[in-house]
């Protein structure tokens, strides 16, 4: 079992950045992929960007690319995600997720992801 804790969230003015960490613990294996998602009030949970744990494949949102990054650390088993030039609408509960699929055409499928974070706020004011 794969654990998550996410931290970085917080409050921030348009324009402005933020770095999401995702710190995992438990049985993690190369195959892994690890994603972010967000959730806004009143909406369906959202697919935002992915890391491949081995490659290091990346895939994004088409909302968040060129301003997001995602990123991993293995020595830290971390996977961060920076936001740049935020914007209101990616006001949401940020959540980091696992997925033991690391195929492309699955990434974004937030079915496919077996474990997940408890979430960090994101509030961009305008």
């Known amino acids: 079992q794969v654990q998550l804790v996410e931290s970085g969230g917080g409050l921030v003015q348009a324009g402005g950045s933020l770095r999401l960490s995702c710190a995992a613990s438990?049985?993690?294996?190369?195959?892994?992929?690890m994603g972010w998602f967000r959730q806004a009030p009143g909406k369906e949970r959202e697919f935002v960007s992915a890391?491949?744990?081995?490659?290091?494949?990346?895939y994004y949102a088409d909302s968040v690319k060129g301003r997001f990054t995602i990123s991993r650390d293995n020595a830290k088993n971390t996977v961060y995600l920076q936001m740049n030039s935020l914007k209101p609408e990616d006001t949401a509960v940020y959540y980091c997720a696992a997925s033991p699929n690391d195929r492309g055409r699955y990434i974004p499928r937030k079915t496919e992801y077996d474990y997940w974070g408890q979430g960090t706020q994101v509030t961009v004011s305008s």
């Open positions: 438990g049985r993690t294996f190369s195959s892994y992929a």
């Open positions: 890391i491949t744990w081995s490659a290091g494949r990346t």
